[in-house]
């Protein structure tokens, strides 16, 4: 897949160039929009620098705006060239020094030149900027180029993606939706920036002060969400969990419906870190998270509290067998659990930690209008220590009559399921 990508795009580059009759101004607009983007990504790595400060790692690339704008103003082989600066810059500035892989920066580029040379053809088949003065029929045309560079870019990544993970999400296809709008918007200001360029090649200095309050904009959007996920599970952090719990709980009393809690532990996990160290039991609570996500709803609200616990808050459910369903769902998650296989490397070479087990303990949340996030997490606190009692890796649901406000729970009336053996970490 990323071997047709890269030849194609070497293909229509050399047919560009074949057929290409520069001007002067074509030429000197080009060095602007790549000095430009140069400019850009200089601007740009002093905020990623404040991100990676406060532990994100990525980069947020909006080089779309230049390498748009060149698609729809230049020749397509002089859009190419623009567009072949930037990523080069890009490659040497940024990436390299991220150790990103050199393929996949080859193959990215690969994707926006090809989305550069439709865009432009789009552009020359429907009137060439000239048009876009000709009211609606040039706003269709300015569109539609737009439609089919997006397209062509999102698509050819998206393939890539499914050729090498069938089991694919569409959000890993195409991207969260916060990330797609932030490409439109780069679209919209490319287009924008374009449509200026052609009253005066000086408005491109008015162009960097929307770039860098966009590019200010994902930053704090990027740290909002770095800040309420737990950066070893991807989980929602426990004061994250603990507010939009509380937010659920206010909207199931108003709406009279059933929410449940789950709290869970994983036994033993002290001797999986003693045995084969941290880095191991960090990956064996991104194996556990991805087990408990897996077996709830994607609605349901699933937390990381402390080291090796867990919550999840389960709204909606059926009624009538709100508890048997919640039952069923923690001994699921029970089950999963206890079929974990986590490869994990080790100074004495790689090895599967397996036999893990997790104990489980959960509640009917009350719904008496006093009934705080902390008092239902105390009686599914208990369910789960009357679980590890029992043996751990077992699954307790309480039966409880609603706290009254200050005081303690009444004592709960637990049911067990059927238990498995103790966890213990093996090498493969």
């Known amino acids: 897949m990323l071997a047709v990508v890269e030849t194609s795009a070497l293909v229509l580059v050399g047919a560009s160039w074949a057929a290409l009759r520069p001007t002067v101004g074509t030429a000197v607009l080009a060095s ?11 601007v740009a790595t002093g905020v990623e620098r404040a991100r990676r400060r406060v532990g994100e790692k990525s980069y947020t690339d909006l080089s779309t705006i230049w390498t748009f704008a060149a698609a729809l103003l230049l020749p397509a082989a002089l859009a190419t060239a623009t567009i072949a600066v930037i990523y080069t810059y890009l490659w040497f500035r940024v990436w390299k020094p991220a150790r990103f892989p050199l393929f996949r920066h080859t193959f990215t580029t690969s994707t926006v030149l090809l989305a550069a040379v439709a ?12 048009a876009w ?20 870019n999102s698509l050819l990544i998206a393939l890539a993606v499914a050729t090498s993970n069938p089991d694919a999400k569409p959000a890993d296809l195409f991207g969260h939706p916060d990330d797609i709008a932030v490409e439109v918007a780069t679209l919209c200001l490319g287009a924008m920036l374009a449509l200026t360029l052609t009253v005066s090649w000086w408005f491109v200095l008015f162009a960097f002060v929307p770039i860098l309050v966009l590019q200010r904009a994902v930053m704090f959007r990027e740290l909002a969400d770095a800040a309420t996920t737990d950066g070893k599970t991807g989980l929602l952090t426990a004061a994250a969990w603990n507010a939009r719990a509380g937010e659920a709980m ?31 039991g960090d990956r064996v609570l991104a194996a556990v998270a991805d087990a408990v996500r897996a077996e709830v709803r994607g609605d349901d609200l699933v937390g990381r509290f402390g080291g090796e616990e867990f ?12 508890t048997a369903e919640l039952r069923a769902v923690a001994e699921r998650i029970r089950q999963r659990v206890t ?5 994990v490397e080790t100074p004495d070479g790689p090895l599967s930690i397996r036999n893990l087990s997790i104990s489980v303990g959960g509640t009917m949340v009350p719904a008496a209008p006093s009934t705080t996030v902390e008092q239902a997490m105390a009686i599914a ?38 238990e498995a053996p103790r966890a213990e970490p093996e090498a493969s």
Not at 119 to 130: F, H, I, N, P
Request: proline share 5%.
């Open 381 to 418: 606190d208990r369910a789960l220590y009357r679980a590890k009692d029992a043996g751990r890796n077992a699954v307790r649901i309480a039966d409880h009559s609603a706290p009254r406000p200050g005081s303690a729970p009444e004592p709960d009336r637990t049911q067990e399921a059927a």
């Open 250 to 280: 206010v909207r199931a009393r108003r709406e009279r419906t059933s929410l449940a809690m789950l709290v869970l532990d994983l036994d033993h996990f002290k001797k999986v870190n003693d045995t084969h160290g941290h880095l191991a």
């Open 311 to 322: 919550v999840v808050l389960l709204p909606g459910l059926p009624a009538g067998r709100a």
């Open 339 to 343: 079929t974990l296989v986590v490869p």
């Open 133 to 152: 003065s000709t009211g609606l029929a040039g706003l269709a045309a300015l569109a539609c180029a737009t439609l089919v560079y997006a397209a062509v």
């Open 119 to 130: 865009a432009r053809e789009v552009v020359e088949r429907t009137g060439g900027s000239e």
């Open 32 to 42: 602007v929009l790549a000095a430009a983007g140069i400019v850009h990504t200089e």
